[in-house]
Antibody
Framework: EVQLVESGGGLIQPGGSLRLSCAASGFTVSTNYMSWVRQAPGKGLEWVSVIYSGGTTYYADSVKGRFTLSRDNSKNTLYLQMSSLRADDTAVYYC???????????WGQGTLVTVSS | QSVLTQPPSASGTPGQRVTISCSGS????????VSWYQQLPGTAPKLLIY???QRPSGVPARFSGSKSGTSASLAISGLQSEDEADYYCAAWDDSLNGYVFGTGTKVTVL
């Protein structure tokens, strides 16, 4: 069964850093495109970042220079390193398997990040 | 930032047909395929339609999608109470080098 499980969310002060993890099972992260999508409380979905199977990454302008997407092939896990966090980064963060410029066919349950003093 | 425009709400009685529109531009819907997601309260989004009009295994046939030019639409035929949810469209945007989502539509079953 294809499954994604996020972890690492929590309460963090503005300006702080946090690393989210997304553990995959049932498929290989390194041979797939993988994305992070976030949803602020009561708001819509916002794409954050993608990593291609070859390792190339792209970011939304709202997080560029502050977030870094990486993966550990030995652990079949995706990571989102977030720094210089701001209040408007508060959201549930979902990882999703990305079918390449087209759609997300598998989503994790999400992990909540709250940026507040 | 939502670049695709959807109506904020739609409603119907059980058994009715409901249609949700999704308007974009030449850099997203106009040049790439559209997908649709259903988000039930308190849960993660679920893929409903991909490649404009394809349904993943397990998605009921009452859900259908279409695309024309820079717009797309999702239709729910034979509306059921369990269809009450938020619906989002999405597409890759060649100018932004990233995905854009619709503003979301809340479907209410009266």
């Amino acid at each position: 069964e294809v499954q994604l499980v996020e972890s690492g969310g929590g309460l963090i002060q503005p300006g702080g850093s946090l690393r989210l993890s997304c553990a995959a099972s049932g498929f290989t992260v390194s041979t797939n495109y993988m994305s992070w999508v976030r949803q602020a409380p009561g708001k819509g979905l916002e794409w954050v970042s993608v990593i291609y199977s070859g390792g190339t990454t792209y970011y939304a302008d709202s997080v560029k220079g502050r977030f870094t997407l990486s993966r550990d092939n030995s652990k079949n896990t995706l990571y989102l390193q977030m720094s210089s966090l701001r209040a408007d980064d508060t959201a549930v963060y979902y990882c999703a398997r990305d079918r390449g410029y087209s759609y997300f066919d598998c989503w994790g349950q999400g992990t909540l990040v709250t940026v507040s003093s | 930032q939502s670049v695709l425009t959807q109506p904020p709400s739609a409603s119907g009685t059980p058994g009715q047909r409901v249609t949700i529109s999704c308007s974009g531009s030449s850099s997203n819907i106009g040049s790439n395929t559209v997908s649709w997601y259903q988000q039930l309260p308190g849960t993660a989004p679920k893929l409903l339609i991909y490649s404009n009009n394809q349904r993943p295994s397990g998605v009921p046939a009452r859900f259908s999608g279409s695309k024309s030019g820079t717009s797309a639409s999702l239709a729910i035929s034979g509306l059921q109470s369990e269809d009450e949810a938020d619906y989002y469209c999405a597409a890759w945007d060649d100018s932004l080098n990233g995905y854009v989502f619709g503003t979301g539509t809340k479907v209410t079953v009266l």
